[in-house]
């Protein structure tokens, strides 16, 4: 994820040409048939298993208050303010002093958790504590709730009582704790809830007068992804799954970087007890003037070793990203020296052991004392994420040669910086070139008249340079970073049409996704966004549909369509053809960007096909349409089979349309 609003750079972009409508007259009528020759004896590559992923970074609340199913903020009150998402209604409802008399966060060196809430009881009439949520808590009605937290008694309360209110603060559940010890201990209960509600908080109340001390509060639902505890909300990681991803890219984007490097991701400070992972602010939670958001943190809830085990249950490759010693350029630009970069460079060097590495090394060990001595068998890192400029590749040719040495086997993935053109781009492309790097991550966060006219961007590619992992594009409605910006169809189909480019050069990329992955509909920073949810539903954007149809249809060879008419634009078509050799069947996928229906034929030869075909179709008549909540699919695939005779099939497809066309062949 790149930061467009710090460089005048930025200003250049928002500049240039916004997107012409791709409504176009033409002479094409329904009367022209036009010819797609796909040869389906004639194999180009083998579509890589990594072809179609998923981009994931910690912006919009996409992991604490999204993915990762904790319902409390500021569980360990470690905030810069420290009872920050915390109402003391007794005083003041939306008190953030931590000398309130009545809850003080305290910091010591002395005790096992260097922050936690002293709450003194001093009234006949008790005391209460209110944590608000991520934007509240989406509660569900008879579903099960475990409420965890660490106490310490003082003196005089004996037990606390934990309550669900909703939105008019009425209770919606609630459990009762005794408190038995006067030294550190962990407690946990179950309540149930007997309504929904989104925008729940959390009570919490004390029975009798005196001092007691609480830390990492903690609220999850009990079903839970694979019904792991404390584990990853349900419905947002089946989406996930939905897509069929390749790999599993994290934790970003610009996140990887921090405005500074002492706020960088470390992930080091991710893996092992809950506990000992230290909050960091996150990195979004004041860039944009237009989404201020203070109270955006990370628990490190979810870590690297929850990165890595979610790759798995997707059955992806794993694909971290590691900072490279340079904090993000669109903010301070901070280096580390090179005569200082070891640790650096053994932070991923330590990643691989602890994603590979047997039970007897020390970061192996760890991962298997987190409940997985099976290595995770990670076979890429990369190595920064948009740096440019000289200072990148004195960098990373040092990170290269450390972990070749160590870890030949290892690809590693560089970048050409944050954008698809120009001096910093030209300059990496060279520099690249000369260091023989293996994949390399391009940014396209362009309108949607680029995607269309880059439709053959690596059609002429030098086939023996490095591979290309695009990993991160959105056409974007109005301009980059715009609050404005739509996951409207006009941006849908434009990203299609670049897809059927991506798909045809197959043999040079190697890896494709989509950014950002989630926003949550009342705390995002950045649009557009391939998922939308609230703390209750989730629903699909255009955009998804058409990444789901292009990566559970992705195949397994490229297929040849030389020759053919219209591949790449012309006539308003976009095409692509692929056989999956596994399930016998010769893939096509058309792409018509025209206001009218297109009459089209479809010539297959080299195989005998089967006597009937699907047509998987997503269109609408409108440019603009958007899904949503009200609406989640307003624009949704629609499927139906039509008989197939010879080797040819007449396709009539409908404006503004991209339409997935299968035939079994024998």
């Given at each position: 994820m790149n930061v467009k609003l710090k460089i005048p750079l930025f200003y250049i972009l928002i500049a240039s040409t916004l997107f012409q409508n791709c409504v176009q007259k033409d002479t094409t009528t329904s009367s022209d048939q036009i010819v797609f020759e796909v040869k389906a004896d004639d194999v180009i590559a083998e579509i890589q298993p990594t072809m179609y992923g998923i981009f994931f970074e910690d912006i919009n609340l996409a992991a604490d208050g999204g993915l990762y199913a904790e319902l409390v903020k500021n569980r360990s009150f470690e905030f810069h303010t420290p009872l920050m998402g915390w109402m003391q209604p007794k005083t003041d409802r939306h008190s953030l002093n931590r000398n309130s008399g009545m809850a003080a966060v305290i910091l010591s060196e002395n005790e096992p958790n260097d922050h936690f809430a002293r709450i003194n009881v001093n009234s006949a009439e008790g005391y209460e504590l209110i944590n608000e949520g991520f934007r509240g808590m989406g509660i569900r009605e008879n579903e099960n709730y475990r409420v965890y937290f660490k106490a310490r008694q003082q003196t005089g309360v004996t037990g606390i009582n934990f309550e669900l209110i909703d939105e008019q603060d009425n209770s919606i559940g609630s459990t009762r704790v005794a408190l038995e010890s006067k030294e550190w201990d962990d407690y946990q209960s179950t309540l149930k809830a007997d309504q929904t509600a989104e925008k729940a908080k959390l009570k919490i109340t004390f029975e009798g007068n005196g001092v007691v001390d609480l830390d990492l509060i903690s609220l999850f639902p009990q079903d839970t992804w694979k019904g792991r505890e404390k584990g990853l909300r349900k419905d947002l990681v089946q989406v996930l799954a939905d897509l069929n991803p390749g790999f599993l890219r994290f934790p970003g984007g610009c996140i990887v970087e921090g405005r500074t490097l002492?706020?960088?991701?470390?992930?080091?400070?991710?893996?092992?007890?809950?506990?000992?992972?230290?909050?960091?602010?996150?990195?979004?939670?004041?860039?944009?003037?237009?989404?201020?958001?203070?109270?955006?943190?990370?628990?490190?809830?979810?870590?690297?070793?929850?990165?890595?085990?979610?790759?798995?249950?997707?059955?992806?490759?794993?694909?971290?990203?590691?900072?490279?010693?340079?904090?993000?350029?669109?903010?301070?630009?901070?280096?580390?020296?090179?005569?200082?970069?070891?640790?650096?460079?053994?932070?991923?060097?330590?990643?691989?052991?602890?994603?590979?590495?047997?039970?007897?090394?020390?970061?192996?060990?760890?991962?298997?004392?987190?409940?997985?001595?099976?290595?995770?068998?990670?076979?890429?890192?990369?190595?920064?994420?948009?740096?440019?400029?000289?200072?990148?590749?004195?960098?990373?040719?040092?990170?290269?040669?450390?972990?070749?040495?160590?870890?030949?086997?290892?690809?590693?993935?560089?970048?050409?910086?944050?954008?698809?053109?120009?001096?910093?781009?030209?300059?990496?492309?060279?520099?690249?070139?000369?260091?023989?790097?293996?994949?390399?991550?391009?940014?396209?966060?362009?309108?949607?008249?680029?995607?269309?006219?880059?439709?053959?961007?690596?059609?002429?590619?030098?086939?023996?340079?490095?591979?290309?992992?695009?990993?991160?594009?959105?056409?974007?409605?109005?301009?980059?970073?715009?609050?404005?910006?739509?996951?409207?169809?006009?941006?849908?189909?434009?990203?299609?049409?670049?897809?059927?480019?991506?798909?045809?050069?197959?043999?040079?990329?190697?890896?494709?996704?989509?950014?950002?992955?989630?926003?949550?509909?009342?705390?995002?920073?950045?649009?557009?966004?391939?998922?939308?949810?609230?703390?209750?539903?989730?629903?699909?954007?255009?955009?998804?549909?058409?990444?789901?149809?292009?990566?559970?249809?992705?195949?397994?060879?490229?297929?040849?369509?030389?020759?053919?008419?219209?591949?790449?634009?012309?006539?308003?078509?976009?095409?692509?053809?692929?056989?999956?050799?596994?399930?016998?069947?010769?893939?096509?996928?058309?792409?018509?960007?025209?206001?009218?229906?297109?009459?089209?034929?479809?010539?297959?030869?080299?195989?005998?096909?089967?006597?009937?075909?699907?047509?998987?179709?997503?269109?609408?008549?409108?440019?603009?349409?958007?899904?949503?909540?009200?609406?989640?699919?307003?624009?949704?695939?629609?499927?139906?089979?039509?008989?197939?005779?010879?080797?040819?099939?007449p396709v009539i497809l409908s404006p503004q349309s991209l339409s997935v066309i299968k035939v079994k062949y024998q």
């Open positions: 002492d706020k960088r991701y470390q992930w080091k400070k991710t893996v092992g007890d809950l506990e000992q992972r230290t909050t960091l602010i996150n990195r979004w939670n004041t860039e944009f003037d237009h989404r201020p958001t203070p109270d955006y943190y990370q628990s490190f809830g979810i870590g690297f070793y929850e990165y890595f085990q979610l790759a798995e249950d997707l059955d992806a490759e794993p694909l971290p990203i590691l900072g490279c010693g340079i904090a993000c350029q669109f903010n301070t630009g901070e280096l580390v020296p090179l005569d200082q970069l070891d640790p650096y460079v053994q932070d991923a060097l330590d990643l691989i052991e602890f994603a590979n590495g047997a039970v007897d090394t020390e970061w192996g060990a760890l991962r298997a004392s987190m409940g997985h001595p099976e290595p995770f068998n990670m076979k890429y890192i990369g190595i920064g994420n948009e740096q440019w400029g000289e200072v990148y590749i004195e960098r990373l040719k040092i990170f290269i040669d450390e972990i070749k040495a160590r870890y030949p086997d290892i690809i590693i993935v560089s970048g050409t910086g944050p954008f698809p053109d120009g001096e910093h781009f030209e300059y990496a492309r060279q520099e690249l070139k000369s260091l023989r790097t293996e994949i390399v991550d391009e940014h396209y966060y362009r309108n949607p008249q680029w995607f269309l006219d880059n439709a053959d961007r690596y059609d002429n590619y030098d086939r023996n340079s490095y591979k290309i992992f695009a990993g991160e594009y959105a056409a974007q409605s109005v301009a980059i970073a715009s609050p404005d910006n739509k996951n409207n169809w006009e941006c849908a189909l434009a990203e299609a049409a670049f897809m059927t480019g991506l798909e045809r050069n197959a043999d040079v990329v190697y890896l494709t996704s989509y950014a950002p992955l989630m926003a949550h509909a009342d705390g995002w920073q950045w649009t557009p966004d391939l998922i939308w949810f609230n703390n209750l539903n989730v629903y699909k954007t255009p955009n998804y549909y058409v990444q789901q149809l292009f990566s559970v249809n992705k195949g397994t060879h490229l297929l040849n369509t030389e020759g053919s008419q219209s591949i790449k634009g012309e006539n308003h078509l976009y095409a692509s053809a692929v056989k999956d050799s596994i399930n016998r069947e010769i893939i096509i996928k058309l792409v018509n960007v025209a206001g009218h229906k297109q009459n089209t034929s479809l010539e297959i030869t080299g195989v005998a096909l089967a006597n009937e075909a699907g047509m998987i179709e997503l269109s609408s008549d409108s440019m603009a349409a958007e899904n949503s909540f009200e609406n989640p699919v307003n624009i949704a695939p629609e499927s139906n089979t039509f008989e197939v005779s010879g080797n040819t099939i």
